[in-house]
């Protein structure tokens, strides 16, 4: 059904449109509206647990963010929208759905503008973490009135406290001319909020502009010089382009900028306690390891004298095409000795990815590793000692992008009914019965009644749940039908009463 589902999408596709050389095939289903792509997958050799969690942008078919099983199986797909970031995270020990819900501003930008959603395993909204009333002002070109916080997309990181990590990015203005900019110059500076999620009080804010002292212009790395930027507020110079935010036991943080290649902890007063620079060290020495415009800094079995960085490192870019693969880079930082060295680099010899932007990677509690691409639309996991073991890819590279992936177990139990669609097979005498739940995890079996009055429905026939959608052909014509999916330890869902469609 899957197959032959992304087929006709296909074929549709290209009989619509003449540009179909570039189009990513998806799926379709009878009973729902939801068109996820269709993974390509290849495996060779045991994965972990969990579904993958995505999110797709720029010419993706549905921008959306997808639950997604390796068998190319949609779990759950939200609502349309500019949504990244998208990935299981605990609320006081109960899991929950994350993701960025807002307005993204494209290259050569980058940021966005939006608030963070998080929702509960019943996929219901429980908290919109959001930034309104911070004096912010909107890159010149963006009407301010199109969206509803400032929060930006690149950072969602719940802490065990219940408060969640975000940035922001402010245009205001700066002197320039230290990097040969103007004087009365314009930046977008980038920002940091740990944010309350159920009162969205705002309990710490750190901004760059304030840190020029510690982190000045001129050590912007130079995948990114001033050049024209900078003149207004519709082209400000965003030399610093914060992206991911972690905490640190002590309190204090670890953040990524990626124009300045660096990894800074950031004391509880705001002042720069280290830099760690993936060309130079900063205040490290970097025992044969260097790394640039690096995505996703996480930290890891933090002790007293150091702990293991995890990073997306994005060495590839515009400037270097081609030159640098792209690697997750799991690093040993010393805190005693000042030495960051290299633990495990994780890339796939068979498969190098040059990713321009964005991108993730994610530590599993087996050690096993999952990588988000960016800019590349491919998700991989490789095993413990670096061995890539499967690779899911879901558009053309540079073409389709995705701003983070990750694998994760999930339970869903939607509050929604199951969806139904049926039609009539009269010249074999058959109905054909499509049922999905969006969101269902538990649900094992269907229930199909049906009959020749909306009131008076008799069980016809009980089929396995197949994927998504699950097909069945009833013998003899309905006139009426509706569902029930059951499983063990689970409400059952029940569908309306449809009424069979005369053609299939
Ligand atoms: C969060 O925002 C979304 C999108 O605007 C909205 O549908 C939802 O009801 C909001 N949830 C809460 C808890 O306010
Ligand atoms: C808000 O921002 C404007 C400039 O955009 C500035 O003039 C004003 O002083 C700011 N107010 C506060 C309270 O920061
Ligand atoms: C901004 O958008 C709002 C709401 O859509 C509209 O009323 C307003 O005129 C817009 N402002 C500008 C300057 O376009
Ligand atoms: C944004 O910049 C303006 C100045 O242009 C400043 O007044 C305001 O405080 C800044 N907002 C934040 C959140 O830093
Ligand atoms: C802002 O500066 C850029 C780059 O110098 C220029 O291309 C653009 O036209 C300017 N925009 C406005 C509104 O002045
Ligand atoms: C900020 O805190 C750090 C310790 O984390 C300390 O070394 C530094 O002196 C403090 N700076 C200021 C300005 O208080
Ligand atoms: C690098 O490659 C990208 C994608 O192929 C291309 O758009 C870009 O122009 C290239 N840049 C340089 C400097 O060659
Ligand atoms: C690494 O792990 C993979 C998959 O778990 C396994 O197939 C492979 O033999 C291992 N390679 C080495 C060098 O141990
Ligand atoms: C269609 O199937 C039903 C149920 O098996 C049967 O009662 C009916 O006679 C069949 N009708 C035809 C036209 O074969």
Same mark, same amino acid.
């Given at each position: 059904m899957?197959?032959?589902?992304?087929?006709?999408?296909?074929?549709?596709?290209?009989?619509?449109?003449?540009?179909?050389?570039?189009?990513?095939?998806?799926?379709?289903?009878?009973?729902?509206?939801h068109?996820?792509?269709?993974?390509?997958?290849?495996?060779?050799?045991?994965?972990?647990?969990g579904?993958?969690?995505? $999110?797709?942008s720029?010419?993706?078919? =549905?921008?959306s963010v997808?639950?997604?099983s $390796?068998?190319?199986?949609?779990?759950?797909?939200?609502?349309?929208?500019?949504? /990244?970031?998208?990935?299981?995270?605990?609320?006081?020990?109960?899991?929950?759905?994350?993701?960025?819900?807002?307005l993204g501003?494209?290259?050569?930008?980058?940021w966005?503008?939006?608030?963070?959603?998080?929702?509960?395993q019943?996929?219901?909204?429980?908290?919109?973490?959001?930034?309104?009333?911070d004096?912010y002002?909107?890159?010149g070109?963006?009407?301010s009135?199109?969206f509803?916080?400032?929060?930006?997309?690149?950072?969602n990181?719940?802490?065990s406290?219940?408060?969640?990590?975000?940035?922001g990015?402010?245009?205001?203005?700066?002197?320039?001319?230290?990097?040969?900019?103007?004087k009365?110059?314009?930046?977008? $500076?980038?920002l940091?909020y740990?944010?309350?999620?159920?009162?969205?009080?705002?309990?710490?804010?750190?901004?760059?502009? $304030?840190?020029?002292?510690?982190?000045?212009?001129?050590?912007?790395?130079?995948?990114?010089?001033?050049?024209?930027?900078?003149?207004n507020?519709?082209?400000p110079?965003?030399?610093?382009?914060?992206?991911s935010?972690? /905490?640190?036991?002590?309190?204090?943080?670890?953040i990524?900028?990626r124009?300045y290649?660096?990894?800074?902890?950031?004391?509880?007063?705001?002042?720069v306690d280290?830099?760690?620079?993936?060309?130079t060290?900063?205040?490290?020495?970097?025992?044969?390891?260097?790394?640039?415009?690096?995505?996703?800094?996480?930290?890891?079995?933090?002790?007293?004298?150091?702990?293991?960085?995890?990073?997306?490192?994005?060495a590839?870019?515009?400037?270097?095409?081609?030159?640098h693969?792209?690697?997750?880079?799991?690093?040993?930082v010393?805190?005693?000795?000042?030495?960051?060295s290299?633990?495990q680099?994780?890339?796939?010899?068979?498969?190098e990815?040059?990713a321009v932007?964005?991108?993730?990677?994610?530590l599993?509690p087996?050690?096993?590793?999952?990588?988000?691409?960016?800019?590349?639309?491919?998700?991989?996991?490789?095993?413990?000692?670096?061995?890539c073991?499967?690779?899911?890819q879901?558009?053309e590279?540079?073409?389709?992008?995705?701003?983070?992936?990750?694998?994760s177990?999930?339970v869903?139990?939607?509050?929604?009914?199951?969806?139904?669609f049926?039609?009539?097979?009269e010249s074999?005498?058959?109905? =054909?019965v499509?049922?999905s739940?969006n969101g269902?995890?538990?649900?094992?079996k269907?229930?199909?009644?049906?009959?020749?009055?909306?009131?008076?429905l008799h069980?016809?026939?009980?089929?396995?749940?197949?994927?998504?959608?699950?097909?069945?052909?009833?013998?003899g014509?309905?006139?009426?039908?509706r569902?029930?999916?059951?499983?063990?330890g689970?409400?059952?869902?029940?569908?309306?009463?449809v009424?069979?469609?005369e053609?299939?």
């Amino acid at each position: 059904m899957r197959i032959h589902s992304s087929f006709v999408a296909l074929c549709s596709f290209q009989a619509t449109f003449a540009v179909a050389s570039t189009a990513w095939p998806w799926q379709t289903f009878k009973s729902s509206p939801h068109e996820p792509p269709s993974l390509k997958v290849s495996k060779s050799g045991p994965v972990s647990p969990g579904y993958l969690f995505f $999110d797709q942008s720029w010419d993706a078919h =549905q921008y959306s963010v997808f639950i997604m099983s $390796d068998n190319n199986e949609l779990v759950w797909q939200s609502p349309p929208g500019d949504l /990244k970031g998208f990935r299981v995270q605990q609320l006081d020990g109960n899991p929950v759905l994350t993701y960025f819900n807002g307005l993204g501003v494209p290259e050569p930008f980058g940021w966005g503008y939006g608030i963070i959603q998080v929702l509960d395993q019943s996929y219901s909204s429980i908290h919109n973490v959001s930034v309104i009333n911070d004096n912010y002002t909107a890159l010149g070109s963006i009407n301010s009135s199109s969206f509803v916080s400032w929060i930006d997309m690149h950072e969602n990181t719940m802490t065990s406290e219940g408060t969640m990590l975000v940035t922001g990015y402010n245009v205001t203005q700066c002197d320039l001319s230290s990097v040969g900019g103007p004087k009365d110059g314009w930046i977008a $500076d980038s920002l940091f909020y740990e944010i309350d999620v159920k009162t969205n009080d705002i309990l710490y804010r750190w901004s760059a502009k $304030d840190h020029l002292d510690q982190i000045p212009l001129e050590d912007v790395q130079p995948f990114y010089p001033v050049d024209d930027w900078g003149h207004n507020s519709s082209a400000p110079y965003g030399y610093f382009h914060i992206n991911s935010v972690e /905490k640190f036991q002590d309190g204090s943080y670890l953040i990524s900028s990626r124009y300045y290649c660096s990894l800074f902890k950031i004391a509880k007063n705001g002042s720069v306690d280290w830099t760690l620079q993936g060309q130079t060290g900063g205040d490290f020495e970097l025992k044969g390891i260097q790394w640039a415009y690096q995505h996703d800094g996480r930290i890891h079995h933090e002790q007293e004298d150091g702990f293991v960085l995890s990073i997306f490192d994005n060495a590839n870019s515009d400037v270097s095409n081609g030159t640098h693969h792209t690697e997750g880079m799991l690093i040993h930082v010393n805190l005693a000795t000042r030495e960051a060295s290299s633990l495990q680099t994780l890339h796939d010899p068979k498969d190098e990815i040059y990713a321009v932007s964005q991108g993730n990677t994610q530590l599993l509690p087996g050690g096993h590793a999952v990588m988000g691409y960016g800019s590349n639309p491919k998700i991989k996991e490789y095993s413990s000692n670096g061995t890539c073991v499967m690779t899911a890819q879901f558009g053309e590279d540079g073409v389709v992008a995705s701003y983070r992936a990750y694998r994760s177990p999930w339970v869903g139990i939607p509050t929604t009914s199951p969806d139904l669609f049926a039609c009539s097979d009269e010249s074999n005498n058959k109905t =054909q019965v499509f049922m999905s739940w969006n969101g269902a995890t538990e649900h094992k079996k269907w229930k199909i009644f049906g009959g020749n009055t909306r009131g008076n429905l008799h069980p016809v026939s009980i089929v396995r749940k197949t994927g998504f959608e699950t097909t069945a052909s009833v013998v003899g014509g309905l006139k009426y039908v509706r569902v029930e999916a059951d499983g063990f330890g689970i409400e059952k869902g029940v569908s309306k009463v449809v009424s069979v469609k005369e053609m299939c």
